[in-house]
């Protein structure tokens, strides 16, 4: 991911939600580091739920299925509907977790990562009661 769309919270973000879903979720991290068209429509055409922060990256969201749950970290400095529209208009779950951003070239900081996996906790609970399979994806 470039800078300017980074999260210094990303490796703790990542090792919480292992630590806290890992029994019950298939996680995986998305780069976009050589990666196929392909590649990127397999792997957002499987998740069930993404976190991500703001950027261009997020247009793969066109190939979630119906339904996906999106978590989008949001930075104060650069507040854009974009993509909440998107998910939207394509019949994803959107939800928006904001960061603190001093300047729209500074990485995002969040205050509480165990905020975002207390929500992915919330949406897998929600999936398995109406049935959904249990598989939590994360892509940056």
Known sequence: PRKTRSFNEHNELVTELHNHLGSVASIR????????FMQSIQFFATASVV????GAGMVHLLHCP???H???ILGSS????????LAN????NHSTVFAYQPTRTS???????????GAVQELLAQRSATGHPQ????GT
């Open 70 to 72: 999106v978590i989008e």
């Open 51 to 54: 976190i991500a922060p703001h």
């Open 89 to 92: 208009i394509i019949g994803l």
């Open 107 to 117: 990485p995002l900081f969040f205050p509480n990562v165990m905020r975002i996996v």
């Open 29 to 36: 991290v998305w780069t976009y580091r050589p990666k196929t």
């Open 78 to 85: 650069y507040l854009e509907p974009y993509f909440i529209s």
């Open 66 to 68: 119906k339904g996906t």
């Open 135 to 138: 598989d939590g994806h994360r």
